[in-house]
């Protein structure tokens, strides 16, 4: 009776469970990529700077790239699927005949496949799995203004092993899939597009800071990147002995109109503080360290 259930109860057991799970996934793989391609092609997509292309339609070819990307790594997992599910069938049916085959034989084979996938193959398996989660997950697509490592950009491309990361000055940055899943990716576009856009700056304590918030708010609210739905805000952050640390801060409609509402409020801002003859101050940290240090010695 045990052999019996052995011989056929087994493997019939195994095959149809993997059979449920293999249609699920692939029916999972499906509706995906249909989900991908239908937000890409309705997304409407703004470079994270605006700027007169060089490229003409260069949006739509970043939607072209993106179409042809999703289909190529969805058309991939989808034939590789298979050939998967078919190792792990096999590996489960010859596995109770395992004890049947020399222990030396058993060794060797682990051995030399551990090498084979924990050496040469580790880093390429390690992007391409991680390739894969990143096209399940919705933490980042392409066309998302990102901010990685200190570089500012649009995501260009997601492949199967790496991405594309084109930065505001057009300069491209590869990034491995197994980097981009495991780094902090500030998505400035994930949920909504809309930013709170600040500028820092630095003046004297003695400053008239009633005539400088005047001067400040009108300056946010002049801007033409800046969308209305809130009066700007002006802060005083910190105060210390040489300086008073502020801040200026106005709504904009998505991070390249944000881009240029800090470069306008910067820009007007030290225009108007020159009429009034409002100095900026230097915030000397490395002074001011030195005093702090020297007080408590």
Request: aromatic share 12%; hydrophobic share 45%.
């Amino acid at each position: 009776m045990e052999h019996f259930l052995l011989v056929y109860s087994y493997p019939f057991i195994i095959t149809l469970t993997l059979l449920i799970i293999y249609l699920f996934i692939n029916a999972k793989i499906s509706r995906t990529q249909k989900f991908s391609l239908n937000s890409i092609k309705n997304r409407v997509i703004g470079d994270a700077v605006e700027t007169d292309s060089p490229i003409e339609n260069q949006l739509k070819d970043l939607k072209d790239r993106g179409i042809e990307g999703i289909e190529y790594r969805f058309s991939f997992m989808k034939k590789v699927l298979p050939l998967f599910f078919f190792l792990v069938w096999l590996t489960l049916i010859v596995f109770p005949y395992l004890s049947q085959v020399p222990k030396v034989y058993i060794s060797v084979m682990t051995t030399v496949l551990s090498v084979v996938a924990g050496v040469s193959l580790r880093p390429f398996l390690e992007n391409l799995f991680s390739g894969i989660i990143i096209s399940f997950s919705k933490s980042v697509k392409i066309g998302d203004t990102v901010i990685v490592d200190g570089h500012y950009g649009l995501i260009e491309e997601i492949g199967l092993t790496y991405s594309i990361l084109k930065r505001w000055d057009w300069v491209r940055i590869v990034i491995p899939n197994n980097n981009l899943l495991q780094k902090e990716i500030e998505n400035l576009t994930m949920n909504d597009k809309f930013i709170w856009a600040y500028i820092e700056f630095f003046v004297a304590p003695d400053t008239d800071m009633q005539s400088l918030e005047v001067s400040c708010i009108e300056v946010a609210k002049k801007s033409k990147f800046n969308n209305q739905s809130e009066e700007p805000t002006f802060w005083v952050m910190d105060m210390q002995k040489d300086a008073a640390k502020c801040w200026l801060a106005a709504w904009s409609d998505n991070p390249r109109d944000a881009w240029e509402l800090r470069n306008t409020m910067r820009t007007e801002l030290i225009k108007e503080m020159q009429r009034k003859k409002i100095s900026f101050q230097r915030f000397n940290i490395s002074r001011m360290t030195q005093e702090v240090t020297h007080e408590e010695s």
